[in-house]
């Protein structure tokens, strides 16, 4: 399954620069892609800081493999294979923990501790506020809950943006298997959330 052309995909041609020892189209790659691939294994994995290693591991798989890169599909294709390979063996790990954040802010050191907060004037009202971050840490919960694959699956197509075909050739599986995961999380994801909507 390869999409028809990907040498005009741009991020395609960086990645053979990458691959010829090109320093810059990595730097070019990571800078344009780091932020996406954070936020899907934060979705995945529940944890930010997690997250941000998966990342990092995700670019220097990426940056290892460059020698034997080979354009046979969109380059974020390639890339989200590697990230949601990254976030499954992180789910898989038995000692994998779906931290929690709390409600409410927890300051970092006590001199944040001591700052006195004045009211932001734009701010939302704290019964609103309150209810954002409770729907937050629902659809997170939720997520959580989902299989690997349905999980994966929902953050790459409603997320992130990926086509079905694109999501299929990261996930390594048919479109409409893809169609058929994401039909059943987002079933699941109105069910569990029925109470906010």
Not at 131 to 149: F, W, Y
Not at 175 to 184: G, P
Request: aromatic residues 8%; contains cysteine.
């Amino acid at each position: 399954m390869t999409l028809d052309d990907p040498a005009s995909d741009p991020d395609v041609q960086r990645m053979l620069r990458v691959r010829s020892g090109n320093v810059e189209a990595f730097r070019e790659l990571f800078d344009k892609h780091s932020r996406s691939i954070v936020n899907f294994a934060y979705h995945f994995v529940g944890s930010r800081q997690r997250a941000e290693e998966i990342a990092q591991d995700v670019f220097l798989q990426l940056y290892r493999a460059a020698g034997r890169y080979e354009p046979t599909a969109k380059f974020t294709t390639w890339l989200y294979r590697i990230a949601t390979n990254a976030c499954l063996n992180e789910v898989r790990r038995p000692e994998h923990r779906h931290p929690r954040r709390p409600l409410e802010h927890q300051p970092d050191d006590e001199r944040k501790r001591s700052e006195i907060a004045f009211p932001d004037p734009s701010a939302v009202p704290g019964d609103s506020a309150l209810a954002g971050r409770q729907l937050e840490a629902k659809i997170h919960e939720v997520l959580e809950a989902l299989p690997p694959n349905q999980r994966a699956a929902l953050l790459m197509s409603r997320v992130d943006g990926l086509s079905y075909l694109e999501v299929a050739e990261a996930l390594d599986t048919t479109e409409s298997a893809v169609k058929s995961l994401v039909f059943r999380a987002t079933a699941t994801m109105r069910k569990e959330l029925a109470e906010f909507l």
